[in-house]
């Protein structure tokens, strides 16, 4: 079978049904196949009719036997139709009813052999008992497979309009005529004890009988397993002939041991961390190789990323060559530029900010200096991505914040010079395991401390009377002269009333405390007002922002000691962590107080307990990788990383640990994948990639 062919034209899907699939996002026989259970109810126990009971709980009970009779019932008030064939084995017999499929007449005819999955239930005139809308497969064979009773049978995420039974029934289709050749080698299989391909995707499917449940419904089979191997092995194949690419190619090679760095680091108002010099040392390393690097510098908030990278580029500087600093918004680049500049004054280096709000006189001479080298560090937005902003001799980049930035949006940053250095920033910490699946190709840099006299925020999560304590201490820290934000989240279906609550709290507080001077941010506003509304908040101007926009990560107002999040349960863990880190930033004691009323789920209970807890990004990074799964914890959308469909990067750490290995020593031997056992490797993980493989060098 074609794997690419359109789902429409495998045999029982049609035009119609097609659609259906296309909601599940399966378009091709490929999907389908991928398409995996997400878990399976044990229908393998025939039972004869005699023994069952409606006091069996919830779980499901079969029988076989022959259809003895049938008939329709039309219920006299709600004239609806009810379906009922009687079912006998020789020990005893059983009704089953369907609601509203008078069809089943035709399909469940007397003397056919039937048989029924469902639960029992007792007569209500005491006649008996009855199977409700149960499974029912015809038997017109003596080895005829069983696919929907009789055995293990998976559940699948369907649609309305879709039943499992359909679906069920096309899979086996598929799977019957499905022989896709082996890419994985005989050595690989057997180091790793993994059946074949095509047996792993049947067993996955249409699980043998006396297959372990437990561990079917954790994704924790060999089958399982094999296929998820296969997914991490071409995911990481790609990945690491990206890297190969990269270590190729030419790249700048740096005198690391000039004297501007140590001018730098005597000037710091304190000493840097341990960990800040390890990073430090390894992009010096880096940037004394022939090959241009490309390395990721993970930290939590606070630690201290922006004098590591201004380390770097000033490295840059002392050797003759331009250095950019590329962050998302125009706020985050003023507070870089003010921040890098107090340092460069001194050492006699230029710097100059550039972002679409630059008025027009002002922009042509930036950009002539810019282009003539007069200028040796550019910070700026993505107004630095433009055609008309041409670098004399650009040596290095660094991208703050780079999950705000699309792939493509990068490269166009590095074409502007000759393979530069490239350094990638994030404070969104990312668990180890995550990482190497999504950067497998970039080098990993962790700041894992906070410097030095940083005091931990407290946190507290305050609900009904308590939250009273939130407007105490609110009180208590604008009398000492602090500042505040109060934050809302803004969602579409109830966007008129977060906004309205938002806006009222604004004129509450204002109320509350006339002294003080309260602003309002929500996403209504225009980019230039809310560059203003901010900018007064920095400069003590506004004492009180009430936003329902997300306060910008990197955002620096040490004067801000008290963080209020309103409906706190409808924030995911890593936008409380990120809120969170928008206090404490001066050496004073802050809070971040959690504020939440009626009805909580288990998994809101849990973001909330976990925020209590710790501080630490990391462990919040693994929770909330745990809570919400790695799809939706790093959408593929910006990284240009193809999606995993059965394997999951949390369950099968050890799995990817092992595909990375294997996948970097073949490219390592093979680094073209032009061997000719290596063929049927490089066309799957061709076909994976598809057209993500022209951003290799990105």
């Keep these: 079978m074609d794997l690419q062919k359109d789902i429409q034209y495998i045999k029982g899907v049609g035009p119609a049904r097609a659609k259906l699939f296309n909601r599940l996002g399966i378009h091709t026989a490929e999907d389908l196949l991928y398409f995996t259970p997400f878990r399976y109810e044990d229908r393998g126990n025939i039972r004869p009719i005699r023994e069952i009971s409606q006091n069996s709980g919830d779980t499901f009970q079969t029988v076989q036997g022959k259809v003895i009779a049938t008939r329709v019932i039309i219920t006299p008030r709600q004239r609806k139709k009810i379906f009922e064939a009687t079912i006998a084995d020789g020990s005893g017999y059983i009704t089953a009813k369907w609601f509203n499929q008078a069809f089943l007449k035709e399909v469940l005819k007397k003397e056919r052999q039937v048989v029924l999955s469902g639960h029992v239930r007792a007569d209500q005139y005491g006649y008996g ?314 080098d990993l840099s962790v700041i894992g401390e906070l410097p030095p006299g940083r005091i931990p925020v407290i946190t507290r999560w305050l609900y009904g009377d308590r939250r009273r304590e939130a407007y105490y201490i609110m009180q208590e820290e604008l009398r000492k002269g602090r500042q505040v934000y109060v934050v809302y989240p803004l969602v579409e279906e109830s966007e008129k009333v977060d906004l309205k609550g938002a806006t009222e709290m604004a004129e509450k507080l204002q109320k509350s405390f006339p002294e003080n001077r309260a602003g309002l941010l929500h996403g209504r506003i225009k980019s230039a007002q809310k560059e203003e509304i901010m900018g007064q908040f920095k400069r003590n101007e506004i004492q009180l922002l009430v936003s329902t926009t997300v306060v910008e990560v990197g955002v620096d107002v040490p004067n801000a000691t008290v963080m209020i999040i309103e409906h706190a349960e409808r924030f995911g863990l890593s936008q409380l962590h990120q809120l969170r880190g928008r206090v404490g930033r001066g050496g004073d004691k802050s809070y971040c107080l959690l504020l939440t009323s009626g009805g909580i789920t288990e998994e809101g209970r849990r973001r909330l307990n976990t925020m209590e807890r710790t501080n630490n990004g990391f462990e919040i990074a693994e929770e909330d990788l745990s809570i919400r799964g790695p799809g939706e914890f790093f959408g593929t959308r910006q990284s240009g990383i193809p999606e995993l469909k059965v394997a999951n990067i949390l369950r099968d750490a050890k799995i990817l640990e092992a595909a990375k290995k294997e996948a970097f020593e073949i490219v390592k031997k093979d680094p073209s994948l032009d061997k000719p056992e290596h063929g049927l490797l490089r066309h799957a993980m061709e076909r994976k990639w598809r057209d993500k493989l022209e951003l290799a060098t990105i």
Excluded: W
Excluded at 164 to 189: A, C, T
């Design 129 to 442: 008992l009855y199977m409700d809308g149960p499974e029912f497969e015809i038997i017109d064979t003596e080895d005829g497979e069983l696919i929907h009773t009789g055995r293990i049978v998976p559940i699948y995420h369907v649609t309305h309009g879709l039943t499992q039974k359909v679906v069920r029934s096309i899979l086996k289709g598929v799977l019957d005529l499905y022989n896709r050749p082996e890419i994985l080698s005989k050595e690989l299989l057997e180091k790793y004890h993994l059946p074949a391909h095509r047996e792993a995707i049947h067993n996955i499917h249409f699980p043998p009988e006396g297959s372990d449940i437990e561990r079917l419904n954790k994704g924790d089979t060999r089958s399982h397993k094999r296929i998820s191997f296969e997914e991490f092995l071409l995911l990481e194949l790609g990945l690491a002939m990206k890297k190969s690419v990269v270590t190729k190619e030419s790249g700048i090679v740096f005198n690391v041991d000039g004297p501007v760095i140590r001018r730098l680091h005597s000037r710091l108002p304190y000493k840097l961390t341990l960990s800040q010099q390890r990073v430090i040392d390894e992009i010096r390393g880096d940037m004394a190789s022939p090959h241009p690097m490309n390395r990721l510098l993970q930290g939590d908030v606070g630690c201290g990323k922006t004098i590591v990278a201004l380390t770097a580029m000033l490295i840059a500087v002392e050797n003759g060559y331009q250095a950019v600093l590329m962050a998302p918004t125009e706020v985050l680049a003023e507070q870089h530029y003010r921040n890098i500049s107090t340092y460069l004054d001194q050492l006699n280096i230029t710097a100059c900010l550039f972002t679409s709000g630059v008025k027009s006189k002002e922009r042509g001479n930036l950009l002539q200096n810019i282009s003539e080298g007069n200028v040796n560090i550019v910070i700026g937005t993505h107004a630095l991505l433009e055609e008309g902003v041409m670098f004399k001799r650009l040596g290095f980049a660094v991208i703050d914040e780079q999950h705000k930035f699309g792939v493509l949006q990068r490269a166009t940053l590095k074409k502007k010079g000759y393979n530069p250095d490239v350094l990638i920033m994030t404070a969104t910490p990312i668990p180890r395991t995550l990482a190497m699946s999504v950067y497998g190709d970039l």
